[in-house]
């Protein structure tokens, strides 16, 4: 990764937003490649999916949406990517960074229940008693938001496995966290609390061209997720919330006015 080195990265989520921005500060030339009609689609609003956009463009990357990759050309080492439609984009190295899927061929060889990931229930057990699994690899009960999710973070990886050693130990214990995220990307950090699961309002507090602004995730004013961009007073306020299934009216939370400690 030295500069003038063409980069093209496939997939906008964060490893391929992260990665982009990286190696444009190391002064690569970076096109991102995105199958989806937009960057970050899978985790957050577009609102936050466009702030990045335009951050992203500032800094001089492409990012080229609605686009499959076809093949990876060249003869000793790659030298170009070809999308669906014909179009090629030269590349003196590829990132592909586009999800995972968990490794479950140990789990299923020992006859343990899987289904996207390990089965594994509050206490982290699968269903062989005398077995535990976390991290990425699991599909766990969301005691929170009341269905199963796997969730590929660390901090999630760290909490499971607190609660799988816990268990272990003779001490009964339920991985009951609220999930949280977070991702760099230039100057700009994404802090994100819960899951974006079946909400019915979405509310903005702050600008979002000023930098600094945080999208609230609703259902019936209950706090479902936030995403706090620069913000980190909204992120450990929503995160609390999430926690207490607080509810809040929603006109509030928009007014910046509003101390979120009052509200």
Request: charge should be negative; include cysteine.
């Given at each position: 990764m030295t500069p003038g080195k063409r980069m093209v990265v496939i997939g906008a989520g964060?490893?391929?937003?992260?990665?982009?921005?990286?190696?444009?500060k190391l002064g690569l030339e970076v096109v991102v490649l995105?199958?989806?009609d937009r960057c970050l689609n899978r985790v957050t609003a577009p609102i936050v999916s466009d702030f990045y956009s335009r951050r992203h463009a500032q800094a001089g990357v492409r990012i080229v949406t609605n686009t499959r990759v076809n093949a990876l050309l060249g003869k000793q080492h790659v030298e170009a990517v070809q999308c669906s439609d014909g179009t090629t984009y030269p590349a003196d190295l590829v990132v592909v960074g586009v999800g995972i899927l968990p490794e479950t061929?140990?789990?299923r060889a020992a006859g343990l229940k899987c289904e996207n990931g390990i089965l594994v229930d509050e206490q982290c057990r699968t269903s062989d008693t005398n077995i535990y699994a976390a991290g990425d690899c699991t599909s766990h009960p969301s005691i929170r938001y009341g269905d199963r999710v796997r969730l590929e973070s660390v901090?999630?990886?760290?909490?499971?496995?607190?609660?799988?050693?816990?268990?272990?130990?003779?001490?009964?214990?339920?991985h009951a966290h609220t999930p949280w995220f977070w991702s760099d990307q230039y100057d700009v950090k994404l802090q994100t609390a819960g899951l974006l699961r079946d909400h019915d309002q979405l509310v903005i507090?702050?600008?979002?061209?000023?930098?600094?602004?945080?999208?609230?995730?609703?259902?019936?004013?209950?706090?479902?997720?936030?995403?706090?961009?620069?913000k980190p007073g909204d992120f450990m306020t929503g995160k609390r919330w999430i926690g207490e299934r607080k509810h809040v009216a929603p006109d509030r939370l928009a007014d910046v006015t509003q101390d979120l400690k009052t509200l």
């Open positions: 964060y490893i391929g937003l992260e990665t982009a921005a990286a190696a444009r995105e199958m989806a061929e140990l789990a901090d999630n990886a760290v909490e499971q496995a607190r609660t799988a050693a816990a268990n272990v130990c003779g001490k009964s214990t339920q507090r702050g600008d979002p061209n000023s930098g600094q602004f945080s999208v609230w995730y609703l259902k019936g004013n209950e706090v479902l997720a936030v995403d706090a961009i620069n």
